[in-house]
């Protein structure tokens, strides 16, 4: 399966901040990753599919001018949080997407904290 | 609106002790059901994709099985590195590749 890496895997930042997580495909080149949102004991909740070349598409209640996502090449999408507040302090993970019917390939997920 | 319901919501086992785990799907037709185990801080890391009723897949000591309605993951003999949070995925025909997720359960295996 895909190899994926993402950094940071932690950041803590102050309030008002906006903060960039980089998303690769070491060994696959995805036109499709997604971005996924986990709260403690909580399950993932699918925030936006990312695609290259063009829009994401945001889920329903997720606010697009809030977590911009870019996903200019066939190895890299970013997610950037901006002007973060405590309560976007979660675990934000991404996954590229195989061909059809193929498993989600998923990073090791950044622990973002606002203080 | 397609749903995933895992049950129970935690399990906690002694080595060697088996079990089964539930995943229950409501979904509107469905392209692949799938399973993953999520440790601590990590991201999920897939073990098994279903398509259709009746299919079963095995991996040293875990088994998942799928019908209409609901899959199981059956653990065999489990010891403590099984310990993690096991997570059920559907993923619907017709276009979109995402998944949607039942909440886990967290699985202890007790030495």
């Given amino acids: 399966g895909a190899v994926v890496s993402q950094h940071p895997s932690r950041v803590i930042c102050k309030s008002g901040t906006s903060v960039k997580i980089e998303c690769r495909s070491l060994d696959f080149q995805a036109t499709t990753m997604f971005w996924y949102r986990q709260f403690p004991k909580q399950s993932l909740m699918l925030m936006a599919t990312s695609n290259e070349g063009s829009k994401a598409t945001y889920e329903q209640g997720v606010e697009k001018d809030k977590f911009l996502i870019n996903h200019a090449s066939l190895t890299l999408s970013t997610l950037t949080v901006t002007s973060a507040h405590p309560e976007d302090s979660s675990f934000y993970i991404c996954s590229v997407a195989g061909e059809y019917n193929q498993p989600q390939h998923f990073g090791d997920g950044t622990r973002l904290s606002i203080l | ?111």
Avoid: M
């Fill in chain 2, 1 to 111: 609106e397609d749903q995933v319901t895992q049950s129970p919501e935690a399990l906690r086992l002694q080595e060697g002790e088996s079990s089964s785990l539930n995943c229950s799907y409501t979904v509107s037709g469905l392209r692949g059901l799938f399973w993953y185990r999520q440790d601590p801080g990590k991201g999920p890391e897939f073990l098994f994709t279903l398509y259709s009723a009746g299919e079963e897949k095995e991996k040293e000591r875990l088994k998942a099985t799928l019908t209409k309605k609901e899959s199981f993951l059956h653990i065999t003999a489990p010891k403590p590195e099984d310990s993690a949070t096991y997570l059920c995925a559907v993923q619907a025909s017709g276009g979109a590749q995402k998944l949607v997720f039942g909440q886990g359960t967290r699985l202890t295996i007790n030495p």
